[in-house]
């Protein structure tokens, strides 16, 4: 099992000294990956269904930094040294699919070959129209593509590509990422669709679940899973050629607190729910520690490496 955790790249805490001090004290603790998420414009008002949560709700803030995911990235690979760098996750379709793969590339060599891309088609249409972009009813098929042509970079001398929505050719690509094939691509999303993109395309599955409407506890995990595997084995791949991460907040709650949320509680219930789902399948798992404040989110990272992951090795 892998543990990572995702680095608040927007809100109060996101500055430059608290991003690097979070940054380098995971790697102390030995977290194996760090996470951030993706917003690139944030519209005022928005009409579009936050998935994640009831009708109307959204936990977007518009007045509050939204740092950029692959520079976030880039400028935290100079502070640390073994730890993975991902995106939870990157919005495939709002960005120059050659571009995208030249920034991730590059990346990828600088840092010695730590890019885990999590990728995810968006959900916010106000934001493709933002960027100009009218493909949000296709937004699934481009990212779909764009993946493909991802990989054509990356892995092609001579690449090529003659898409619906992009064609590449004539060109060279270097450098190339150190990791080969190519950095790991781990296809976020919990619906029929993200698990067909995460079957055909995908080297890894992320969906994000305890998270409002979206339960994903482990019974429903191994059902997800086993649907995964039928269609990756249907598509002509080894069964078991996706990996499974899971990504949901977790928290210390004091005892008497209230029923009790699967991912919470003492050390030794969070563990006991880390093997519950190690069991169905899950091997990487990405956790937001609730804190709005740096010495309470640190303490919180430090408990679970401390208390939580032994348990569990």
């Known amino acids: 099992m892998t543990f990572g955790f995702q680095i608040p790249n927007r809100g109060p805490l996101a500055t430059p000294e608290n991003l690097r001090t979070l ?3 995971a790697e102390e603790m030995s977290f194996d990956h760090l996470w951030v998420i993706d917003r690139v414009a944030i519209p005022t008002q928005s009409s579009s269904p936050y998935p994640y949560g009831p009708p109307g709700s959204s936990p977007l803030q518009p007045d509050q930094p939204y740092c950029e995911a692959l520079s976030t990235l880039t400028y935290l690979a100079g502070f640390t040294q073994r730890i993975k760098l991902g995106t939870s996750v990157l919005l495939i379709p709002l960005r120059d699919p050659v571009l995208t793969a030249k920034i991730i590339a590059t990346l990828d060599y600088l840092s010695g070959g730590r890019v885990i891309l999590g990728a995810g088609v968006g959900w916010l249409e ?5 960027l100009g972009l009218n493909i949000f009813a296709e937004r ?8 493909r042509i991802f990989k054509e970079l990356w892995t092609k001398e001579e690449p ?9 050719s004539g060109i060279k690509f270097h450098p190339k990422p150190v990791q080969k094939p190519h950095p790991p691509i781990w296809i976020g999303g919990h619906s029929p669709a993200a698990l067909r993109r995460a079957a055909s395309i995908g080297d890894g599955w992320m969906p994000a679940g305890l998270i409002g409407p979206v339960s994903l506890e482990p019974a429903e995990m191994a059902e997800q899973i086993d649907q995964l ?6 598509l002509g791949r080894p069964r078991e050629a996706v990996e499974v991460a899971f990504s949901t907040f977790v928290s210390f709650d004091s005892p008497g607190a209230g029923p009790r949320r699967t991912l919470s509680g003492s050390p030794q219930e969070m563990a006991a729910d880390i093997v519950r789902y190690q069991q169905v399948g899950v091997k990487h798992f990405v956790f937001a520690f609730l804190g709005n404040e740096m010495e309470p989110l640190l303490e919180n990272m430090e408990q679970f490496a401390k208390e939580v992951r032994p348990l569990v090795r």
């Open 229 to 234: 595997r039928n269609w990756t084995e249907k």
């Open 140 to 147: 699934g098929k481009v990212t779909d593509e764009y993946i």
């Open 23 to 25: 940054a380098t004290r």
């Open 126 to 130: 106000e934001e493709f129209e933002a």
């Open 160 to 168: 090529q590509y003659q898409g619906q929505y992009y064609q590449v």
